[in-house]
Structures are given as C-alpha cells and as structure tokens.
C-alpha cells in the first residue's frame, strides 16, 4: 500500500491553516477563470508548479501524482487548439495546470484528519438547515483523498502483472478489474463505518 499523500515539511504552505488554504485555493480558482491572457497564466502557472515541486516529493512521485490529469489538459488543449485557436488552448492549459499544481500542493501539506475536521465546520450550517449531514460529508471526502494512493498502487499492479503475462496493454483489461476491486472495497469500508456506528452519531 503507498504511503497517504500528505507530505512531512516545514514550508509556509504547511504552516498556513487547513481553511486559509481552502479559501486560497476557491479564490485562485474563480480569479483565474476571468483572466483571459496567456502572459498573465504563465507567472501564475510557474509559481503554482514551483510550489508544488518545491514539497520535497521525489521527482517520480510528483509527477506520478498529477501525471493523469495533465494528460488530460494537454488532450484537452490540443482540441482547443484545433477549435479556437493558440492563444486559447494555451490559456487553458496555463488555467487548469495553475489550479491542479495548486490543489496537488495543499493536498500534500494538509492531513487527512485537518481536512475532514475544516470540512466539517464549514458544512455546519447546511446541517443546521436540514440538507445534509456535515460529519457524513467530511468522512467521504476524508476517505477519498486516502485512498487515491492505493488506487493509483492498485492500478501499478494491475499493469505489471499484465506486462509479466505479456498480455496486451488496454483499458479494458486494465480498468475493469480496478473498478471492481475499488468497489469491492467501497463495499467493505461502508460495512465497517457503519459496524462502527459513525453514521449514526
């Protein structure tokens, strides 16, 4: 199983409180869907990605961690290139990019119990007002920043063992039996949160 992802260190992001970072991070996100301009994006990009690099991550496991999704941006930048052009592609990706080494970076300088503890604070008022239940929420979302790591394990495994039988490399053979052992084990975690009550307190 790989370690959880948050990351030992003494940096002002680790220093900074779980909802400074939140709200940081809420801000960074609606500000920057305004700007327009790749020469703005790029400082932005650079200072977000420095932040996240700059953890004390090794190199591989950094990248390892945001690999999937900036995949992803560049796939999508590419289709935004073909459809709008260069300027808007680059201002995408600069966008996206920002906001995913950002997001990485708080995850990896705040413990899972912070996160749940502020997220559960934050939702008081909901519950108070009868829509949901703020502990319920905190747990959920605890419980899937935990287990990203041992998804992304499960999912080295699964690939090794194909290369080991010399089976080929596709996303059916790879992903369904992924998505039935997480879901297996979403099956098992539920059983024992509720074994132990949690729901009902």
Not at 27 to 42: D, E, G, N, R
Not at 73 to 102: C, E
Not at 119 to 135: S, Y
Not at 145 to 174: C, K, S
Request: include cysteine.
């Amino acid at each position: 199983m790989l370690k959880s992802l948050y990351v030992e260190g003494r940096t002002p992001l680790h220093a900074m409180s779980v909802r400074t970072k939140l709200v940081m991070l809420m801000a960074a996100s609606i500000v920057l869907f305004f700007v327009t301009s790749p020469l703005a994006l790029l400082p932005v990009f650079i200072l977000c990605a420095a932040t996240y690099f700059t953890l004390g991550l090794p190199l591989r496991e950094a990248f390892g961690r945001v690999g999937w999704v900036l995949f992803a941006i560049l796939i999508l930048a590419l289709a935004t290139l073909y459809f709008d052009g260069a300027r808007q592609a680059a201002a995408m990706a600069l966008r996206i990019g920002a906001v995913v080494f950002l997001a990485s970076a708080i995850t990896a300088t705040t413990a899972i119990s912070a996160f749940m503890d502020e997220i559960t604070i934050l939702l008081q008022p909901f519950e108070r007002a009868g829509i949901l239940r703020a502990a319920d929420v905190g747990l959920a979302l605890a419980l899937v920043i935990r287990f990203v790591p041992e998804i992304l394990d499960r999912y080295a495994n699964i690939r090794e063992a194909h290369r080991a039988r010399g089976l080929p490399m596709r996303p059916l053979t790879l992903f369904a039996p992924l998505i039935i052992q997480t879901l297996k084990d979403a099956d098992t975690i539920a059983m024992a949160i509720d074994a132990r009550g949690f729901r009902r307190q």
